[in-house]
C-alpha cells in the first residue's frame, strides 16, 4: 500500500509508532485486562497513565514547579470564556491581540464577562501578519494580555514572545497549533492552553497550564467547571476527564522525548516549513498570501494562480496520497498543516506533485 500523507489541521496526523503501540494495548493495557477506555480514572492503572503524563509533561516543556498542569475536555475554545473568568481578578478591561479567526473568537467570548481593549489587530490586511509589539497600544489596567501565537486558519505564527516585563499584566496564549513543536519559555506566560489535535494528540483533550498565583478568584456566577483553582485542586479528577485522549497524549509525549526533545523537533520542523516555502517563493503558480516574518511552521496555506484547478489539485493529489490538504471554507484555496508527526518525507512528496501539477497546467 502506497504511504498517505495526512495534512488534516485537526484532528490530526499522529506518529504512526504511537498509533501502533494503542493498537497492541488496545484490548490489555500492560496485563491490566482492560483497555484504557474501560478504566476507572481513579483507579491505580489510570492514575499512573496521568502521573506519567504530566511528569514527562513538564520534563519536555521545562514547566516551571509554580504551574499548575491542567487536563480539561471541552477543547481550547471552552478557554476562550474560562481565561476572562479566572483571570480578570476584580478588573474591569482585558487587552487582546486579533490576528486571526481564533483570535476574533476568543475576543467576542471574552466580551461576556469584561471589557475588552483590542491592543492590535491585523484585520487591515484580511489576517496576513502578526503586528509588531511597537505598534501595539496596550490597556495597562487591562487583567491580562491575550493573543494566538499561531492563527491555524490564516497560517500567521509570531516567532517572538511578546514582552511584559516591567508590567504585572500576565501573557495568555491560545498556543494550540504550536503547542510542543518547539521549545518554548514557560515562565514569561501567565497562563497557556492547547488543544491537543494537532501536535500531540486526539481531539477531546486541553491542556492549560498556569501560575498558581493567577488561580482562586473568579467572577461571580462562574460555574464549578469552570473555575481552575477546583481543577487544580482535585488534580484535573474533579469530574471525569478525558481518559483515552490523556493516554494518547502521553504516547505522544514520550514519542516526543525519544526524537530528542522540543529542541530536535524543532529543526525537524523548521526543514519541513523551508522546504515548502522555498518552493512556493520560486513559482507564480502558486502563492502564500502570508507576510514572510509571520509565516506559520506549522500551517501553510496557498492558492493556485487559477482557483477553477483547486478542485482538479485535490483530486489528483489524492492519488498521490495526499490528502486533507483543502483550505478552511472561510479563506478558500489549499492548506497543509505540517504538525510534528508529519514526516519530511511527506513534505517532499508534495512539493514533487506541486511541481508535476504547475507543469502540466501551466
Request: aromatic share 10%; with cysteine; glycine share 8%.
Amino acid at each position: 500500500m502506497e504511504p498517505i500523507y495526512n495534512f488534516s489541521a485537526g484532528p490530526a496526523v499522529l506518529p504512526k509508532e504511537v498509533l501502533q503501540q494503542a493498537r497492541d494495548e488496545m484490548l490489555d493495557w500492560h496485563g491490566s485486562g482492560m483497555s484504557v477506555m474501560e478504566m476507572s480514572h481513579r483507579g491505580k492503572e489510570f492514575m499512573s497513565i496521568a502521573a506519567r503524563l504530566e511528569t514527562d509533561l513538564r520534563e519536555l516543556a521545562s514547566i516551571p514547579p509554580n504551574y499548575k498542569v491542567l487536563f480539561l475536555s471541552g477543547g481550547a475554545s471552552s478557554q476562550f470564556a474560562m481565561v476572562p473568568m479566572n483571570l480578570v481578578r476584580g478588573k474591569k478591561s482585558a487587552n487582546y491581540i486579533n490576528t486571526g479567526q481564533w483570535s476574533t473568537k476568543a475576543l467576542k467570548e471574552a466580551k461576556k464577562y469584561c471589557a475588552v481593549h483590542v491592543a492590535a489587530s491585523s484585520e487591515d490586511a484580511n489576517f496576513t501578519y502578526a503586528p509588531t509589539q511597537d505598534k501595539w497600544n496596550i490597556d495597562p489596567e487591562g487583567a491580562y494580555l491575550h493573543y494566538t501565537p499561531n492563527e491555524t486558519i490564516g497560517g500567521v505564527e509570531f516567532n517572538w514572545i511578546p514582552d511584559l516585563s516591567g508590567t504585572d499584566i500576565p501573557l495568555v496564549a491560545d498556543i494550540s497549533s504550536a503547542f510542543m513543536s518547539r521549545p518554548l519559555d514557560v515562565s514569561r506566560f501567565g497562563l497557556i492552553y492547547a488543544g491537543t489535535q494537532k501536535n500531540v494528540g486526539p481531539a477531546g483533550l486541553c491542556i492549560v497550564i498556569v501560575r498558581e498565583d493567577l488561580i482562586g478568584t473568579t467572577v461571580p456566577g462562574t460555574p464549578t467547571m469552570f473555575d481552575y483553582k477546583i481543577h487544580a485542586d482535585n488534580d484535573s479528577m474533579y469530574n471525569t476527564p478525558p481518559t483515552y485522549a490523556m493516554y494518547i497524549t502521553g504516547l505522544v509525549v514520550e514519542w516526543l522525548k525519544q526524537k530528542g526533545g522540543l529542541q530536535a523537533m524543532e529543526k525537524i520542523n523548521i526543514a519541513k516549513a523551508r522546504l515548502l516555502y522555498d518552493f512556493l517563493d520560486t513559482t507564480d503558480f502558486y502563492h502564500c498570501p502570508v507576510a514572510k516574518p509571520d509565516r506559520s511552521r506549522m500551517n501553510v496555506p496557498f492558492t493556485l494562480k487559477d482557483p477553477g484547478l483547486d478542485e482538479e489539485f485535490l483530486k489528483q493529489a489524492r492519488t498521490h496520497g495526499l490528502i486533507q490538504l483543502k483550505g478552511h471554507r472561510s479563506v478558500g484555496g489549499m492548506r497543509a498543516s505540517i504538525y510534528n508527526a508529519m514526516p519530511l518525507e511527506g513534505v517532499k512528496v508534495l512539493v514533487e506533485f506541486m511541481k508535476e501539477f504547475a507543469s502540466n497546467h501551466a
